[in-house]
């Protein structure tokens, strides 16, 4: 692999210079060496069947997520210079390698070994993609072989999952194909020894989840690989956490609702009491919520996003797939009140906080309905039309991008009585959580009039794909629609 690498570095770019055209370069940028290289369909073939580990990074020049992910991308880089070949490719350049390996949004990471395509499971920041090369490289379990050993892998990983399986049995072909298919998650070992199991209170085969914190050890009742992941992810959350951008891909994994503390880090003592207090409830509440806390005054948008007011702390809120459940500001996180609230909670008992943006005098303009949590129900849920929905972040550069065409279809087709064009910023108002959407933006979905049956967009971005998309899904009485 070597030898090709530096081969391929005479090509090295930086990505942040194609974004930035027509802009001031920053010096110090220009002085900081990467090593990423361009990938076009010139020299894809080589690049793909490079020896060793290959990342790749299909972006678009104007893609906000792209240039985010840029600079974390050439950080990788330069730590794993002589591991790991990285790869940038302008999708919206090499157009053919776009739509061979079906890239639909940007940025899409693309991974090979030993030329082979993986999966990637990674993350977007630094340390995501240094852990997920590292559990690449090396065995996907660990053997196990005396007590020594199992300290040694104990004590050197915060959680890890050891199945104590007799040798030779078919149980272990099983867990070492079940550890390749879940190691980017977890850790993995095995021990054959049946005295270590003893020692270790449990009798072949078995499975033990191994973690600094919390209870220390989980025993599964029993060795069931049908029901071994739902255990192993369980057991490796703690009961309450900080949580932090780099494991938050975790928690919405996890399809708990995630109860969010907000703190205030310069009121010590009321945030200790706080903190305090939910981790002792938190107990309680193993495997029906994922309690974590958050420094509010740096994460204000969280507590907006989930209605709350971003004035006072502490505050508490509960995040269940959309739907925002609010402790009220003015009372005491800790108190019988608010066990009895989180109880409620539980048991469905609670009626979600909506957030929503005030209802506007005059929604439609144009042809284009804005929406708002408060009007989302009788407008979307309108069984006498179709309607289509977009909904958007005003910061995300995917949404800005097909604003304009999107804006063009309400236009045209503001005639159609039987159907409905509609926007909405999805970061200031709530869906009901049985409206079913990919919480990625833009995303635009058909609701059909009558059954009130959800059509996801999938296609291009562009007017004349979108018109077609109507066109095949509903009763358009028009001539057909260009943007010429």
């Known amino acids: 692999m070597r030898s090709l690498l530096v081969l391929l ?94 890239i639909d949004s940007y940025p899409k990471i693309l991974s090979f070994i030993h030329g082979e395509e993986t999966n990637y499971e990674g993350g977007r920041h630094t340390d995501e993609i240094l852990t997920w090369v590292k559990k690449h490289s090396v065995p996907a379990m660990s053997l196990l072989n005396n007590e020594e050993e199992l300290s040694k892998f104990k004590n050197h990983h915060e959680v890890v999952t050891v199945a104590f399986l007799k040798k030779g049995s078919k149980e272990i072909t099983e867990w070492e194909q079940f550890c390749a298919s879940h190691r980017m998650n977890h850790l993995f070992g095995l021990i054959t020894d049946e005295k270590l199991a003893a020692k270790e209170g449990v009798s072949l085969p078995a499975l033990i989840v191994y973690k600094d914190f919390d209870e220390r050890k989980d025993i599964a009742d029993k060795f069931d690989l049908s029901t071994a992941l739902d255990f192993i992810t369980a057991s490796s959350f703690r009961l309450f956490a900080e949580i932090k951008p780099s494991i938050y891909k975790s928690y919405i994994e996890r399809k708990l609702p995630i109860a969010w503390l907000f703190v205030d880090g310069e009121q010590e003592k009321d945030s200790e009491y706080a903190k305090a207090a939910v981790a002792d409830i938190a107990k309680e509440y193993k495997g029906k919520l994922s309690m974590v806390w958050v420094d509010g005054v740096k994460n204000t948008a969280m507590a907006h996003r989930l209605g709350l007011s971003g004035l006072k702390w502490p505050a508490f809120g509960i995040d269940d797939e959309g739907e925002h459940f609010d402790y009220n500001e003015d009372k005491v996180i800790g108190s019988d009140d608010f066990k009895g609230w989180l109880s409620d909670f539980i048991n469905g008992a609670l009626s979600p906080t909506v ?76 869906a009901p959580k049985k409206f079913k959407w990919q919480h990625v933006f833009p995303t635009i979905v058909l609701i059909k009039k009558g059954t009130n049956e959800i059509v996801n967009y999938d296609g291009k971005r562009d007017l004349e794909s979108m018109d077609a998309f109507m066109r095949e899904n509903c009763e358009v009485i028009d001539k057909p629609v260009n943007n010429k």
């Open 9 to 102: 570095l005479a090509l090295v770019v930086v990505p942040q210079i194609v974004f930035a055209q027509g802009e001031e370069e920053d010096e110090d940028l220009q002085e900081e060496e990467n090593y990423v290289i361009e990938g076009d369909s010139t020299n894809w073939d080589e690049i793909t069947n490079t020896d060793g580990i290959v990342l790749v990074m299909f972006y678009a020049p104007w893609c906000g997520h792209s240039k985010r992910f840029s600079p974390e991308f050439e950080e990788a880089s330069r730590i794993l210079k002589d591991e790991v070949l990285f790869v940038a490719v302008n999708g919206e350049q090499e157009t053919s390698l776009k739509k061979q390996y079906k």
């Open 355 to 430: 957030k929503s943006e005030p209802i506007p005098s005059n929604p439609v303009h144009r042809g284009l309905t804005t929406v708002v949590g408060d009007t989302f129900q009788d407008i979307v849920y309108n069984t006498d039309h179709d309607v289509l929905i977009r909904f958007h972040s005003p910061r995300d550069g995917h949404s800005k991008h097909c604003e304009q065409a999107f804006h063009e279809l309400a236009d045209a087709y503001r005639h159609q009585d039987n159907i409905i064009i509609a926007d909405i910023d999805a970061t200031k108002n709530d």
